[in-house]
């Protein structure tokens, strides 16, 4: 069982960065894959990034590519999510889920636990 707990989100203008965070509970934290998700307003999930268990492979959605960045530390129980350059359109409730090994990080369906999140505003 991992509980997640976003945190981090809030008003910026566009160009700011803003770093979200991700605390888990459960001892097996470290055995999971994760995912950041965004659901913009009046639109579906779609998939942001995603880390494998280890932290050394990473994977992003191609509208992020090159201004987030995914990370984790698993002594800390933490996941993180560097946010730079931000536009209007990355405007969402942003959430962290925790996938098992060898899931497909882009399909949300794969995910087993999901946190409650946190809103982004992006203004121009």
């Known amino acids: 069982q991992v509980q997640l707990v976003e945190s981090g989100g809030g008003l910026v203008q566009a160009g700011d960065s803003l770093r979200l965070s991700c605390a888990a509970s459960?001892?097996?934290?470290?055995?999971?894959?994760m995912g950041w998700f965004r659901r913009p307003p009046g639109k579906e999930r779609e998939f942001v990034a995603g880390?494998?268990?280890?932290?050394?492979?990473?994977y992003y959605a191609d509208s992020v590519k090159g201004r987030f960045t995914i990370s984790r530390d698993n002594a800390k129980n933490m996941v993180y999510l560097q946010m730079n350059s931000l536009k209007p359109e990355d405007t969402a409730v942003y959430y962290c889920?925790?996938?098992?090994?060898?899931?497909?990080?882009?399909?949300?369906?794969?995910?087993?636990?999901w946190g409650q999140g946190t809103q982004v505003t992006v203004s121009s």
């Open positions: 880390i494998n268990w280890s932290g050394a492979n990473t």
């Open positions: 459960g001892r097996t934290f470290s055995s999971y894959d």
């Open positions: 889920a925790a996938a098992p090994y060898g899931a497909t990080w882009s399909r949300d369906y794969e995910y087993n636990y």
